[in-house]
């Protein structure tokens, strides 16, 4: 099984920061990563796939990055409506999820 | 717009079986082209993939629970479904059905979730 790690695992920020969130894979997985948005109650909401490819309709300030094992997730300027727990996923060997990072109101 | 709706029971007595549904609208199974599954997030907890069923019938499932789940799909009902067998209180979850392309692995469109609880 591949193993996702997020870090951090939470983080306090306020509008209009500068936002990165980490996910390292337990092997190479060749950009088949895709990161989520999650609110509560609400299901996972694709926000970009292949690593840094953005999902239609999604604000461009949420951009990705990354090679090999080590991805990021970036929100340039945090938005009111971007608190939510955020979580990637790859697809390079079956699927499995990283375990999630809550962004929270500082 | 493709839409997902899981529908079932929301409580399973231990040992039973859970039974969930999945009814795709704004699109089409049969066309093929894209894999239907199933991932569930226990409360306050992560996502986990449970398995994934393609139009022909063809299934994979995830490893650690391969031994308990059956996913089949009716395409005259444009619908998917999930069997897990034996169920304990640790398969009390939100369950989700979700499409992803065929050519990629990402999912792109989710149903709402329905919560199971494995009581008796």
């Known amino acids: 099984d591949i193993q996702m790690t997020q870090s951090p695992s939470s983080l306090s920020a306020s509008v209009g920061d500068r936002v990165t969130i980490t996910c390292r894979a337990s092997q190479g997985i060749s950009n088949s990563l895709a990161w989520y948005q999650q609110k509560p109650g609400k299901a996972p909401k694709l926000l970009l796939y292949?690593?840094?490819r953005l999902e239609s309709g999604v604000p461009s300030r949420f951009s990705g990055s990354g090679s090999g094992t080590d991805y990021t997730l970036t929100i340039s300027s945090l938005q009111p409506e971007d608190f939510a727990t955020y979580y990637c996923q790859q697809y390079y060997s079956l699927w499995t999820f990283g375990q999630g990072t809550k962004v929270e109101i500082k | 717009q493709v839409q997902l709706q899981e529908s079932g029971p929301g409580l399973v007595k231990p040992s039973q079986t859970l039974s969930l549904t999945c009814t795709v609208s704004g699109g089409s199974i049969s066309s093929g082209g894209y894999y239907w599954s199933w991932i569930r997030q226990h409360p306050g907890k992560g996502l986990e993939w449970i398995g994934y069923i393609y139009y022909s019938g063809s299934t994979y499932y995830n490893p650690s629970l391969k031994s308990r789940v059956t996913i089949s799909v009716d395409t005259s009902k444009n619908q998917f479904s999930l069997k897990l067998s034996s169920v304990t209180a640790a398969d009390t979850a939100v369950y989700y059905c979700?499409?992803?392309?065929?050519?990629?692995?990402?999912?792109?469109?989710w149903g709402q979730g329905t919560l199971v609880t494995v009581s008796s």
């Open positions: 979700a499409r992803t392309p065929a050519v990629a692995g990402h999912f792109d469109y």
């Open positions: 292949a690593a840094s």
